[in-house]
């Protein structure tokens, strides 16, 4: 990557390449009356021209769960969001599908459109799907009856808005489809997490074996959530290349991503929190309205992580939790960096600290009163979780530590004193979430040692920044003693891996990682064998030596990798499984951050934040804080900057990222990350995920810590993201 030999999707150019391009609905709501596409057809370089009413292509429910939101992979009737697909133009060019696709016009008839999920719920709100007996709720959940506040001294109450997000991958989404490779059928190369997964639906929904079908991840230029599964625009550009016989491209333009490309979050939550008169829990209500866009699909069922993770790390003897899961004339809402569960530490971090304010107790010692103990692991939550392992007292005491809490409190208190218009904020959180989940806990992986000595492992993961080439590597070399430098990855390619469900859920190490380490453990076991035979040795006596295998006490007397493969059936000693962990992790965490806020402007600057997380048993320091430091930039631009934008009739107002505000670097400081380490039970390599802790643990941080600013002047609360404006806005009306 660094040197620019590695390839993306988009750097692949086969010979007679055609491109796709989309036309998109300019309204959120709409009958379509007509579409024209003769003018198009006429234009140069025009190959093709594709309208719902040609493309030949079924309608796809999105999440087996809701089979009634259909969607149709070009519109025919109705459009149900800005975005929506009403025509694809194939050229011989990227610049004569621009023009043609100009060139298509459609009649619509307007419709009233849903942009608040609150309001779609009204009476007499359109309903954008008829067929849906719940009209525009897509999903509902709900879990316990009696929320404990009735026993409660005092209850905490806020209402918070979990913003809409876009994932903004630096490489947007896109596809090419090479037709009569392999025979009869396809491949498909396109920037996916889980490109294995894929084949079985590229296959179907195009009418060929799934023998014929290849799929191919090559470099991914992040994914976040939302480059999984199959876009409508991945099958149009199948058909296209099947029809015309020649490879077909489509690559998504930024502004196209902003309304195509699914979003995260979306959450509007309610929580009261009741406690008594030491500062303890006795419950807990709360209450989602989520956004589910208008297409409803996993985004919907998202709020059933939200509700399993809704006690956290605490002791909350009794909890009543409800979710609605909204249809809007919005771009469909799915997984995004955390998925269901930084809402749920959201909504119980941001009422935790209104409790704390109103009873007078420090925010970190309300945490601490309420911490489930490390000697109660295994943990079975309320809501249906099991925690394998925890210590969060520890966490949290290392991360107020790191960050010098009690100094930062005395600057506050100076601060303010003195009528610094500065305003210094301390924010904390804890948080606990769940890896490798909804039954995510099973992956393929396979170890071949080579007759030249090599290495290869291949697994049904997908790396694509993640480090995967490191550090499954490192378990060979712990194993084996092959050196790093002669493992070799291969993953991505249904050609070379028969199966494997991706990255995603945190779950790549602890799952993948785990089903190279037992295929390791098996492939040692048949080298000691093939060793003991040639060295004349009792197999217990034979050990990992320095390229090879030895007797113990003998290094002399030892058989290299090669010799030892070579000797093999095929030249190769190889083992292949599927690891299964038999449920989900559950790593942890605290978080401090420092804020300042100018109160005479509203505007934020994070000065600091501080992320202990524990990931279990680490097996790479430095990939690991990797993961932290682009975690916790993530949290901190929901916090601060991030803000998917509609106005009341569902247009979209933030999609060009001259409207969305992405943070650079330059805005953030050098985060300050370590971590505990509570090894999980789960797995032998006592690991958990890693890959969205920080996102988790930081957003409610800063969010707590904008607000802490502000409190002394009467502010309890102001929404993500904490602009300037809003927080000028709650300065004004509190003073």
Same mark, same amino acid.
């Given at each position: 990557?660094?040197?620019?030999?590695?390839?993306?999707?988009?750097?692949?150019?086969?010979?007679?390449?055609?491109?796709?391009?989309?036309?998109?609905?300019?309204?959120?709501?709409?009958?379509?009356?007509?579409?024209?596409?003769?003018?198009?057809?006429?234009?140069?370089?025009?190959?093709?021209?594709?309208?719902?009413?040609?493309?030949?292509?079924?309608?796809?429910?999105?999440?087996?769960?809701?089979?009634?939101?259909?969607?149709?992979?070009?519109?025919?009737?109705?459009?149900?969001?800005?975005?929506?697909?009403?025509?694809?133009?194939?050229?011989?060019?990227?610049?004569?599908?621009?023009?043609?696709?100009?060139?298509?016009?459609?009649?619509?008839?307007?419709?009233?459109?849903?942009?608040?999920?609150?309001?779609?719920?009204?009476?007499?709100?359109?309903?954008?799907?008829?067929?849906?007996?719940?009209?525009?709720?897509?999903?509902?959940?709900?879990?316990?009856?009696?929320?404990?506040?009735?026993?409660?001294?005092?209850?905490?109450?806020?209402?918070?808005?979990?913003?809409?997000?876009?994932?903004?991958?630096?490489?947007?989404?896109?596809?090419?489809?090479?037709?009569?490779?392999?025979?009869?059928?396809?491949?498909?190369?396109?920037?996916?997490?889980?490109?294995?997964?894929?084949?079985?639906?590229?296959?179907?929904?195009?009418?060929?074996?799934?023998?014929?079908?290849?799929?191919?991840?090559?470099?991914?230029?992040?994914?976040?959530?939302?480059?999984?599964?199959?876009?409508?625009?991945?099958?149009?550009?199948?058909?296209?290349?099947?029809?015309?016989?020649?490879?077909?491209?489509?690559?998504?333009?930024?502004?196209?991503?902003?309304?195509?490309?699914?979003?995260?979050?979306?959450?509007?939550?309610?929580? =009261?929190?009741?406690?008594?008169?030491?500062?303890?829990?006795?419950?807990?209500?709360?209450?989602?309205?989520?956004?589910?866009?208008?297409?409803?699909?996993?985004?919907?069922?998202?709020?059933?992580?939200?509700?399993?993770?809704?006690?956290?790390?605490?002791?909350?003897?009794?909890?009543?939790?409800?979710?609605?899961?909204?249809?809007?004339?919005?771009?469909?809402?799915?997984?995004?960096?955390?998925?269901?569960?930084?809402?749920?530490?959201?909504?119980?971090?941001?009422?935790?600290?209104?409790?704390?304010?109103?009873?007078?107790?420090?925010?970190?010692?309300?945490?601490?009163?309420?911490?489930?103990?490390?000697?109660?692991?295994?943990?079975?939550?309320?809501?249906?979780?099991?925690?394998?392992?925890?210590?969060?007292?520890?966490?949290?005491?290392?991360?107020?530590?790191?960050?010098?809490?009690?100094?930062?409190?005395?600057?506050?208190?100076?601060?303010?004193?003195?009528?610094?218009?500065?305003?210094?904020?301390?924010?904390?959180?804890?948080?606990?979430?769940?890896?490798?989940?909804?039954?995510?806990?099973?992956?393929?992986?396979?170890?071949?040692?080579?007759?030249?000595?090599?290495?290869?492992?291949?697994?049904?993961?997908?790396?694509?920044?993640?480090?995967?080439?490191?550090?499954?590597?490192?378990?060979?070399?712990?194993?084996?003693?092959?050196?790093?430098? =002669?493992?070799?990855?291969?993953?991505?390619?249904?050609?070379?891996?028969?199966?494997?469900?991706?990255?995603?859920?945190?779950?790549?190490?602890?799952?993948?990682?785990?089903?190279?380490?037992?295929?390791?453990?098996?492939?040692?076991?048949?080298?000691?064998?093939?060793?003991?035979?040639?060295?004349?040795?009792?197999?217990?006596?034979?050990?990992?030596?320095?390229?090879?295998?030895?007797?113990?006490?003998?290094?002399?007397?030892?058989?290299?990798?090669?010799?030892?493969?070579?000797?093999?059936?095929?030249?190769?000693?190889?083992?292949?499984?599927?690891?299964?962990?038999?449920?989900?992790?559950?790593?942890?965490?605290?978080?401090?951050?420092?804020?300042?806020?100018?109160?005479?402007?509203?505007?934020?600057?994070?000065?600091?934040?501080?992320?202990?997380?524990?990931?279990?048993?680490?097996?790479?320091?430095?990939?690991?804080?990797?993961?932290?430091?682009?975690?916790?930039?993530?949290?901190?631009?929901?916090?601060?900057?991030?803000?998917?934008?509609?106005?009341?009739?569902?247009?979209?107002?933030?999609?060009?990222?001259?409207?969305?505000?992405?943070?650079?670097?330059?805005?953030?400081?050098?985060?300050?990350?370590?971590?505990?380490?509570?090894?999980?039970?789960?797995?032998?390599?006592?690991?958990?995920?890693?890959?969205?802790?920080?996102?988790?643990?930081?957003?409610?941080?800063?969010?707590?810590?904008?607000?802490?600013?502000?409190?002394?002047?009467?502010?309890?609360?102001?929404?993500?993201?904490?602009?300037?404006?809003?927080?000028?806005?709650?300065?004004?009306?509190?003073?």
């Amino acid at each position: 990557m660094l040197t620019g030999a590695e390839r993306y999707y988009d750097d692949i150019a086969p010979d007679n390449t055609a491109y796709v391009t989309f036309v998109r609905s300019p309204m959120a709501h709409a009958v379509i009356q007509s579409v024209d596409v003769s003018e198009a057809e006429a234009m140069d370089g025009v190959l093709a021209v594709y309208t719902g009413e040609n493309v030949g292509l079924p309608a796809v429910a999105g999440f087996p769960m809701l089979p009634v939101f259909e969607r149709p992979q070009i519109a025919a009737e109705r459009v149900l969001f800005v975005g929506d697909i009403v025509a694809a133009v194939v050229t011989e060019t990227r610049e004569q599908g621009t023009d043609a696709a100009e060139a298509v016009f459609v009649d619509y008839d307007p419709l009233p459109a849903n942009a608040d999920p609150t309001k779609a719920l009204d009476d007499g709100a359109e309903v954008i799907w008829p067929q849906n007996e719940g009209g525009n709720l897509a999903f509902h959940t709900e879990l316990g009856e009696d929320d404990g506040l009735a026993e409660a001294a005092h209850v905490a109450e806020v209402t918070m808005d979990s913003q809409r997000l876009a994932a903004v991958p630096m490489e947007p989404n896109g596809v090419l489809v090479e037709p009569g490779t392999p025979d009869g059928g396809f491949t498909v190369t396109l920037p996916s997490q889980a490109p294995l997964g894929l084949k079985d639906g590229f296959a179907g929904l195009l009418g060929v074996d799934a023998d014929n079908v290849r799929i191919v991840a090559p470099a991914v230029g992040g994914g976040f959530g939302a480059k999984t599964g199959i876009y409508p625009e991945y099958l149009v550009a199948g058909k296209a290349a099947l029809e015309l016989d020649r490879p077909v491209k489509w690559t998504e333009s930024r502004s196209e991503d902003m309304v195509s490309l699914v979003h995260g979050r979306g959450h509007i939550l309610t929580a =009261r929190m009741g406690f008594d008169g030491d500062g303890h829990i006795t419950g807990l209500n709360v209450h989602v309205v989520a956004d589910s866009g208008a297409y409803p699909a996993i985004g919907s069922f998202l709020t059933v992580l939200t509700q399993t993770m809704s006690q956290g790390v605490y002791r909350i003897p009794k909890i009543r939790f409800t979710a609605d899961s909204v249809v809007t004339n919005t771009t469909q809402v799915a997984a995004y960096r955390g998925a269901g569960r930084p809402e749920a530490t959201q909504i119980l971090e941001r009422v935790l600290d209104v409790g704390a304010d109103d009873l007078g107790i420090d925010p970190a010692e309300l945490r601490r009163r309420n911490f489930i103990g490390p000697d109660e692991f295994p943990y079975a939550t309320i809501t249906g979780a099991n925690y394998d392992s925890g210590d969060y007292a520890k966490a949290l005491d290392a991360a107020l530590a790191a960050s010098g809490y009690e100094d930062l409190r005395a600057e506050q208190a100076a601060r303010q004193k003195s009528g610094d218009t500065k305003l210094l904020g301390v924010g904390v959180s804890a948080y606990v979430e769940i890896t490798a989940p909804l039954g995510l806990h099973t992956e393929y992986g396979r170890v071949d040692v080579l007759s030249d000595g090599s290495a290869e492992v291949r697994v049904g993961t997908s790396a694509h920044g993640q480090g995967h080439e490191t550090s499954f590597a490192m378990i060979v070399q712990e194993l084996l003693g092959v050196p790093l430098e =002669r493992v070799r990855l291969i993953q991505s390619d249904t050609a070379e891996i028969p199966r494997g469900t991706g990255t995603m859920g945190s779950r790549s190490l602890q799952i993948a990682g785990s089903a190279v380490y037992q295929a390791s453990e098996e492939v040692l076991a048949q080298a000691k064998e093939l060793a003991a035979k040639q060295l004349e040795a009792s197999v217990d006596d034979i050990v990992v030596g320095d390229g090879g295998l030895h007797v113990a006490g003998v290094p002399a007397q030892s058989a290299s990798w090669a010799e030892l493969a070579s000797a093999a059936d095929g030249g190769v000693i190889t083992h292949e499984l599927d690891f299964d962990q038999g449920g989900a992790s559950f790593p942890f965490g605290a978080h401090v951050a420092v804020v300042e806020v100018d109160a005479e402007t509203g505007g934020v600057e994070l000065l600091r934040h501080v992320a202990v997380d524990d990931c279990g048993t680490v097996l790479n320091p430095l990939l690991v804080a990797g993961q932290q430091h682009g975690g916790v930039a993530q949290g901190a631009a929901q916090a601060l900057f991030e803000w998917v934008q509609y106005d009341e009739d569902a247009n979209p107002r933030t999609a060009n990222l001259a409207d969305y505000l992405i943070p650079s670097a330059a805005e953030l400081p050098s985060f300050e990350v370590s971590n505990v380490e509570t090894a999980s039970p789960l797995n032998p390599l006592g690991a958990k995920g890693i890959g969205e802790s920080g996102t988790i643990g930081s957003t409610p941080a800063i969010h707590n810590a904008v607000v802490d600013a502000l409190s002394h002047l009467g502010v309890s609360h102001v929404d993500m993201p904490t602009t300037p404006e809003r927080i000028w806005r709650a300065l004004a009306e509190a003073s």
